[in-house]
């Protein structure tokens, strides 16, 4: 326990130090912190020594165009989009309609971009006013689907989750519902198709690349003229989060 607390003590002046080379303050979230088991959030105090709060673009982050695309989400803010591309090349392979492609392609963008706790849930809502319907759905229902195999689709439960959390896992009840809920959904196979696509996609060899993607998303992300996360919609304060995620207010 005291080499654990002696570890964040080392983490928080390491902290404190990087901030001190800024010019300005800047804040954590309580969800960030509590990723650090900490609970509110954290340097929310005055400014002092000259320096203010951090109300502009974090300097330690790739700065993002004026009107952000998705591709410039992917390109300024993601990590981990290898394995978006590799499921959406499989589905491009396997001559899956476009629709399935682009679900394949942003199943994992709440991973790659935001949070992973019920990032089928976060990911569809990022989403979902800007492309079709049954995308959205796909996204948020393969949250669920995959914790269960469905042989006659080609989808296995995967080993995977068997080293991640041991041979006797059981989802959460909510997960279980929301299975049965899909299993009886027009759309069910769309977000099928993803847990199929997703488990051959994690070759971290693999050369991928966002060109053959480029058509697709042209035809169905609607993408708004003046940028993501400006075009008033429900969901444009998360991309601003995403764009700016240490401002202070």
């Keep these: 326990m005291a080499e654990s607390v002696s570890m964040n003590e080392r983490a928080d002046a390491l902290e404190r130090k990087m901030s001190d080379e800024l010019d300005v303050l800047i804040s ?12 509110g959030a954290s340097n929310m105090g005055s400014g ?15 700065k993002m165009p004026a009107k952000p695309t998705l591709l410039d989400y992917f390109t300024y803010r993601a990590s981990g989009i290898n394995h978006m591309l590799q499921s959406a090349t499989h589905a491009l392979k396997a001559g899956m309609p476009e629709k399935t492609i682009l679900a394949c392609l942003l199943h994992d963008i709440a991973n790659a971009i935001f949070i992973k706790s019920d990032h089928g849930y976060w990911g ?70 993803i847990t199929v696509h997703d488990i051959y996609s994690f070759d971290p ?25 400006f075009d ?15 401002k202070y207010l």
């Design 28 to 39: 954590k979230s309580a969800l960030f912190n509590m990723a650090d088991g900490k609970l």
């Design 48 to 62: 002092s020594g000259g320096k203010y709060q951090l109300m502009d673009d974090d300097p330690r982050l790739p």
């Design 124 to 193: 569809a809502q990022l989403i979902e006013p800007y492309v079709d319907e049954e995308v959205a759905w796909a996204v948020r229902a393969h949250q669920a689907l995959r914790f269960f195999p469905d042989e006659s689709a080609g989808y296995a439960y995967p080993e995977m989750y068997v080293k991640h959390f041991g041979r006797d896992y059981q989802p959460d009840d909510y997960i279980k519902e929301a299975y049965k809920r899909a299993r009886d959904h027009k759309w069910y196979m769309t977000a099928r198709m």
């Design 205 to 229: 060899n693999a050369v991928v690349s966002w060109e053959p993607f480029a058509d697709i998303v042209g035809h169905n992300f609607k993408q708004p003229k003046e940028g993501l996360g």
């Design 232 to 246: 008033n919609s429900p969901v444009a304060h998360m991309w601003r989060t995403i764009r700016r995620p240490t």
